[in-house]
Structure formats: structure tokens, C-alpha cells
């Protein structure tokens, strides 16, 4: 009900006014941001305590703006906590939207690089000794130096870095709500007070970009070593007086597998999940293509701290079963949430084959592109 400013008694209701200027009573301006959902009130327009704690992605409308001209709210301190958590919402929601679309382009990429990797490298050789092992950025550098073939794959290496990069902008510690959760634990921290009623961890923190990101990461590096090895393998015939000159130990690679597995599982992300167990198995399907073409004496499928006498056939067997085993698990998950892993099934078969006959079968791109559309779709109006 409209009213002259002479019949407000300031008393019983006192007046606010935004930047914007228009004059608004307390009364009605706390119905408009509704905040008795989010205080509870004593006598008059004054607030006792908190409804309940802040919750994450708990505004249901727009940012509140002035009922009359829509302009901003935000010098008002008494709706502080609303408008702050509309802000970090919309923050989320853009972080999504943003962090989704480099995906989308970077899987894209992939598949076009991926295309060219087998016209690229007829005429290319790789005549020097390589050792790959340690971490992925370790072997991407020893990559690198063999000038021949970062020089026909330039793309490829190109788009490495790239990747690299996303992985790191999509971090947790990258997240709006995880950057905020640093600032008030560290004001906290000085103050020496207990934090309370704060939300746990996984459920401010979006893992869906960056669980997708360390996948595509490690599927990107298992195409370009196992592009480098056939490479590689096809001009050792022209050393080998000379003895091996190739020597792999993806172990580190595995390891990265495994976290992708359980950060996965706690995202509730059964599709990442089953790619970590079977990027797992075709990273050992990888080391024991290299092992097989080589002697026993020259096979480096384990650790520098495993015995030397240790019989290589019982280390390859045993990284044959713990492959399948990750597959296993793979087909199970798919079996379990066949709409959320339709792109993984047909990867399983191929991996399988791997461990098997000892070589890397390339997966075809067309499935992977019918992700990308499904996915773009799907994000087409995230964040409105």
C-alpha cells in the first residue's frame, strides 16, 4: 500500500534510501528480500539471530535489485548476506558456464589433433635414446626435445600447453566459493575463533570442470606417448646394434589414473570414474607394447627399487591382471549407469585388446564427437 512520506511514523518504520534514491520503508524492503527466511526478528525491525547457515547456491531468484528502478542493492548493509550470496552464486554459475565452454573447445581440438596425429608422422623418426618416465610434464619435455617430432606435431604440443593451462584455471583453489571459504578460515585462523556452520567442502566447490579436465589431460597424454612410441619403434630397427633405446615407466601416470578414479567417486561422476580405471589399463597396455618389443634384460615395466633378478613375465603378468581388474570395474560402472558412460563402453573392448596382444589400438573419434554436441546442448543454458 502506497504511501505519503508523512504518514510514516520513522519510529515504528524507518525509511531507506539506495544510491538510485528512491525512498523505501525497512517494512517493505524486508518483505521484498524476504528476510525472514534468513533472520529471525525481535521487537520492532531489529534482527536476534540467523535463520540457519548460508547454503550454497541457495538463491532461488536473481539478484535482488530496487523494486522501482531496479538498481543495485549493494551498499545496504543490512541485506549484506542476502546480496553476497546471490553475487557468489551468479560468481558459481559464470565460473561454470566459462570453465565448460574451454572444455568443450579443448575436447574439440583434441579430436581434430588426434585425426592428424597418423598423416603426420609417416616421414618422421626418432633416432636418439628416450627414457619417458616420472611425471606427465617430464615425459612432455623429453617429448619435446626431439626436435623432428614436436616440429610435424606442433599442433599437438600447442594444444598440451593449453590444456595444461585449463587444468590449473579449473581448479578448486580457482573457485569463487573455495577463494571465499580461504578468506573467512584465514580471518578465522588470526582471530583464533572456530569456524561454525560452515558448509562442507563438496558442497561449495564445483568438481565437474576440473574432474573433466585432469580426464582429458591424461587421455590427451596416453594418444601423444603412444603416437611418440610407435614413432619411436619403427626407426629402433636401424639401432638396435647399438641396444635398447627406448625405456618407459608410466607409474606416475597411474597414479594420476587413480586419483581421477576417487575424485570421481566423491563427485558422483561415474563416467570420469570408468575413464580413470580404463585411461589405467591403457597406460599398462603402453608399457607392456614397449616391454614386448624388447628383451627381457632391456623391459622396463617396474620400479627403479624392484630387484633386477625379479622375472620379468611374472611383473608383465601381473600388470595384465591389474589391468583387467580396472576394466572390470569399468564395465561395472557402465553396466551400473549405462546413460552417464554411453561414451566409455566402447573404449573397454579396445583396452582389453591392448593388455592382450600387446599393442594400442586407437579409439575412433565419432563417438567422442557425439559427446561434444550432447555436451555443448547441455550447457547451452547453464548459468540464465
Same mark, same amino acid.
Given at each position: 500500500m502506497l504511501e505519503s512520506y508523512g504518514d510514516i511514523d520513522l519510529d515504528i518504520d524507518p525509511i531507506i534510501v539506495p544510491n538510485?534514491?528512491? %525512498?523505501?520503508? %525497512? +517494512?517493505?524492503?524486508?518483505?521484498?528480500?524476504?528476510?525472514? =527466511?534468513?533472520?529471525?526478528?525481535?521487537?520492532?525491525?531489529?534482527?536476534?539471530?540467523?535463520?540457519?547457515?548460508?547454503?550454497?547456491?541457495?538463491?532461488?531468484?536473481?539478484? =535482488?535489485?530496487?523494486?522501482?528502478?531496479?538498481?543495485?542493492?549493494?551498499?545496504?548493509?543490512?541485506?549484506?548476506?542476502i546480496i553476497r550470496r546471490a553475487v557468489l552464486d551468479e560468481s558459481s554459475k559464470r565460473f561454470i558456464v566459462w570453465s565448460s565452454h574451454g572444455y568443450l573447445l579443448h575436447e574439440a581440438e583434441f579430436v581434430r589433433v588426434q585425426e592428424s596425429f597418423l598423416d603426420a608422422?609417416?616421414?618422421?623418426?626418432?633416432?636418439?635414446?628416450?627414457?619417458?618416465?616420472?611425471? +606427465?610434464?617430464?615425459?612432455?619435455?623429453?617429448?619435446?626435445?626431439?626436435?623432428?617430432?614436436? =616440429?610435424?606435431?606442433?599442433?599437438?604440443?600447442?594444444?598440451?600447453? =593449453?590444456?595444461?593451462?585449463?587444468?590449473?584455471? %579449473?581448479r578448486k583453489e580457482e573457485q569463487p566459493y573455495h577463494r571465499v571459504r580461504t578468506l573467512v578460515e584465514d580471518a578465522l585462523r588470526r582471530k583464533k575463533v572456530a569456524p561454525a556452520n560452515m558448509p562442507q567442502e563438496m558442497q561449495t566447490v564445483q568438481m565437474t570442470q576440473s574432474v573433466r579436465a585432469a580426464a582429458l589431460m591424461l587421455r590427451f597424454d596416453l594418444a601423444l606417448l603412444g603416437k611418440f612410441i610407435t614413432v619411436k619403434q619403427n626407426t629402433k630397427q636401424a639401432m638396435a646394434a647399438t641396444g635398447p633405446k627406448l625405456t618407459v615407466n608410466f607409474t606416475v601416470n597411474r597414479d594420476d589414473c587413480l586419483?581421477?578414479?576417487?575424485v570421481a567417486q566423491q563427485a558422483k561422476m561415474p563416467a570420469q570414474?570408468?575413464?580413470?580405471?580404463i585411461l589405467f589399463a591403457r597406460y599398462?597396455?603402453?608399457?607392456?607394447? %614397449?616391454?614386448?618389443?624388447?628383451?627381457?634384460?632391456?623391459?622396463?615395466?617396474?620400479?627403479?627399487?624392484?630387484v633386477d633378478s625379479a622375472p620379468v613375465e611374472q611383473i608383465r603378468e601381473q600388470s595384465r591382471q591389474d589391468g583387467h581388474q580396472h576394466l572390470s570395474e569399468a564395465r561395472r560402472l557402465c553396466e551400473a549407469f549405462p546413460g552417464q558412460c554411453k561414451g566409455q563402453v566402447s573404449e573397454i573392448e579396445p583396452a582389453e585388446q591392448a593388455l592382450r596382444g600387446f599393442f594400442v589400438s586407437e579409439v575412433t573419434n565419432e563417438e567422442r564427437q557425439a559427446i561434444l554436441r550432447a555436451m555443448a546442448s547441455e550447457f547451452r543454458g547453464t548459468g540464465h
Open positions: 538510485c534514491g528512491h %525512498v523505501i520503508t %525497512v +517494512s517493505s524492503l524486508d518483505g521484498f528480500m524476504d528476510m525472514t =527466511k534468513y533472520y529471525t526478528f525481535g521487537e520492532g525491525n531489529e534482527t536476534t539471530s540467523v535463520v540457519n547457515a548460508s547454503i550454497a547456491f541457495s538463491a532461488e531468484k536473481d539478484m =535482488k535489485t530496487c523494486p522501482s528502478c531496479r538498481a543495485g542493492l549493494r551498499n545496504i548493509q543490512r541485506y549484506s548476506r608422422t609417416i616421414e618422421v623418426s626418432v633416432q636418439s635414446p628416450v627414457q619417458l618416465k616420472g611425471s +606427465s610434464l617430464s615425459q612432455f619435455n623429453t617429448i619435446n626435445h626431439c626436435q623432428m617430432f614436436s =616440429k610435424i606435431l606442433k599442433a599437438a604440443m600447442s594444444l598440451r600447453r =593449453k590444456i595444461a593451462r585449463h587444468v590449473e584455471n %579449473v586419483k581421477l578414479v576417487d570414474q570408468a575413464e580413470g580405471h599398462l597396455a603402453l608399457e607392456l607394447s %614397449v616391454a614386448h618389443s624388447m628383451s627381457e634384460d632391456a623391459a622396463n615395466l617396474a620400479d627403479d627399487n624392484i
